[in-house]
């Protein structure tokens, strides 16, 4: 068997890397391009469409609506997601796989069905659609994430230190104030971060649940039709994924930590 690295394994990795973040490039320079057509070669470099995107108070009240909905389910997310773990990791019951796959079922089921189906419960119970009912569909998308960051850090954590403290006279609710949480931490901000990040750029359920109060990513849809909006909005897409990019860096580099 021949040893060393393939030798197609860089270029399709460089391959990869191209499909991925090139169309994010050509996006960017759209959008500082001071023409409207969008075609090469550009016509000039201008920061006026982000101007113009600043200036716009419905882009920034569709961009305060997103923060509220997505820091709200991403801190609600944590807090379940994180005593499920603890659920599963440390303790045995019956049914703990029922609540293992409840809790990941989020994952497998199309966003466009919980949202018909979140719809549908919301009209039963007379609930109107708003950013409250956007915050409890985000919060049951981002759990699944929650409990696999979580959990995933709880599984390598040594169980034994637990069981010293306790030994010590410390009841499992201060041992689990003084000594779990403060480990598991990083591992919570990160998965906290994972769900703003899933929460902000999710579109399918705020599509449906959103009601008058639009969310970014609903917002960002419903300028396309308008073709004189189109470099705005491109602007407006650029910012997104930046700030998408940035979460999930900082979400890797703390969970690796």
Known sequence: MKSGRPSLLPAYFFALIGFLYLPIFVLFLFSINSNTSFSFPL???SLTWYQQLFDSAPVLRAARNSLF?????????????????ILAIRFQFRFKGLLIALSVLPLIVP?????????????????????????????VVALPYVVLIVASRLAGFNENIEEAAMDLGADYPTTLRRIVLPTIF??????????FT?????????????GTQPTFPVYLFSQLRFANRLPVMIAL?????????????AAERIRRK
């Open 198 to 210: 899933v929460s902000f750029d999710e579109f399918a359920l705020a599509l449906f649940l959103a």
């Open 111 to 139: 966003y466009i069905v919980l949202g018909v189906a979140l719809l549908l419960l919301f009209s039963v119970f007379h609930i109107d659609r708003s950013l409250w009912t956007v915050g409890i569909a985000h919060t």
């Open 186 to 195: 990083p591992a919570m901000v990160s998965a906290a971060l994972t769900a």
């Open 69 to 85: 909905v997505a820091a709200g389910s991403s801190l609600a997310a944590t807090a379940l997601g994180t005593m499920v773990s």
């Open 237 to 249: 897409a650029v910012l997104l994924m930046i700030g998408t990019l940035t979460l999930v860096f």
């Open 43 to 45: 016509q000039g470099f």
